[in-house]
């Protein structure tokens, strides 16, 4: 698709309607580099984007590398137990300075050794010294905006970006009885998937495919569904609801873990499932939180990693680990489900056939999500 088509705004008229009238995204937005390109350097590189729980790096040393957007990262905690962001390219020459994960006291240069301290700060450059005016302590690694709210982990790659509690908006207010500061990472899977980022959001954030997708998995008949937007003020925010009473398992119930203690409002009547824009989804339960975080390294390659967490004093129970096995069943179940769902569907919106399809009144916040996208990325005429 030529750019003068895909980056005119008029071409995206009818995912600005009411979901009754709507229609679905082109289907270069799923498929076009070009588009990708657009989506990373217009929103991507300057909103807070979500990169896990605090548990992925507990202790002095530990570090996890990471490519989003094809940018390569590392997060680190250093020894004054702050946890950092990085870019993973060493001001020498630009090789990555760090692999993997692990625990470590310096980041070494496989180039060069050239090597920088857990805060950034080159410590180590040998045969620079005859080089002229060169310092130290103007090349150590480009430090990113790194902000923590309840143990949750995001960065942004704008330097002026603004602070991580105003992009949140009221949720902060809304799910602040979850306690979420007192929910410990349990357990991380990650699943590598043929489809675009927003496939996989969409389906997060819709429940028309239920009774399809899930028809041997889920429990639908004691659910009461509803999707919308909790609040006006949630500018990234977007939330449908499952109203219900009792764990969301697939097996008997005498499995029940305890509800987290003090839950209030929608909080306390069932699952939310948010979507903190641009790309990522918390399952907000009961009894535990788990979220979906996606790495997108271009239009059809999506990292999934699922992450579950629970608080502490349930963590403690003895019988804890036995319980939330049937957990994380129920959960690999599922996303297993719509891991397929989502390369399926994206291999068809390669097809040059494809064109934008109507919406059913079951996903209403599928527009919605779309407004939000295209309004960053491609700019008004």
């Not at 967490?309 to 179940?333: L, N």
């Amino acid at each position: 698709m030529e750019a003068s088509v895909m980056f005119d705004r008029t071409q995206y008229a009818n995912v600005f309607k009411p979901v009754e009238q709507a229609e679905t995204l082109p289907a270069w937005c799923y498929t076009s580099p070009d588009y990708y390109r657009a989506e990373v350097e217009n929103m991507f590189m300057k909103v807070w984007n979500f990169f896990g729980h605090v548990d992925q790096v507990p202790n002095p040393g530990d570090y996890m590398t990471v490519t989003f957007a094809g940018v390569p990262l590392i997060i680190a905690r250093g020894g004054d137990k702050v946890i950092r962001a990085f870019a993973n390219t060493c001001r020498h020459r630009g090789a990555p300075v760090a692999q993997g994960e692990g625990n470590c006291s310096a980041f070494v240069c496989p180039y060069h050794s050239w090597t920088y301290g857990l805060d950034g700060t080159l410590r180590g450059c040998p045969g620079m010294e005859k080089t002229e005016d060169f310092r130290k302590e103007d090349n150590g690694l480009i430090e990113l905006p790194l902000e923590v709210f309840g143990n949750f982990i995001f960065i942004n790659f704008d330097e002026n970006a603004e602070p991580l509690i105003d992009y949140l908006g009221d949720f902060p207010e809304i799910m602040g009885s979850y306690k979420l500061d007192n929910l410990r990472l349990t357990r991380k899977v990650t699943h590598d998937v043929a489809c675009n980022w927003k496939v996989h959001i969409e389906n997060a954030m819709e429940e028309y495919h239920l009774p399809t997708v899930h028809k041997a998995t889920l429990d639908l008949k004691d659910m009461d569904h509803s999707s919308a937007p909790t609040s006006e003020n949630w500018t990234d925010i977007r939330e449908h609801h499952d109203e219900h009473t009792r764990a969301l398992l697939m097996e008997d119930l005498a499995h029940e873990l305890p509800h987290i203690p003090g839950l209030e409002g929608r909080a306390a009547s069932g699952t939310n499932y948010v979507s903190l824009n641009p790309s990522t989804m918390l399952g907000m339960t009961l009894d535990c939180v788990w979220y979906l975080e996606l790495q997108h390294n271009g239009p059809d390659h999506t990292r999934v990693i699922a992450g579950s967490c629970f608080p502490e004093e349930t963590i403690a129970r003895p019988d804890f680990e036995e319980k939330a096995q049937y957990y994380y069943k129920r959960w690999d179940k599922s996303l297993g489900e719509d891991n397929d769902i989502a390369a399926i569907q994206q291999q068809g919106l390669r097809s040059p056939f494809v064109r934008p399809g109507r919406l059913s009144h079951l996903e209403p916040l599928i527009p919605d999500l779309a407004q939000w996208w295209v309004t960053r990325t491609v700019p008004e005429n």
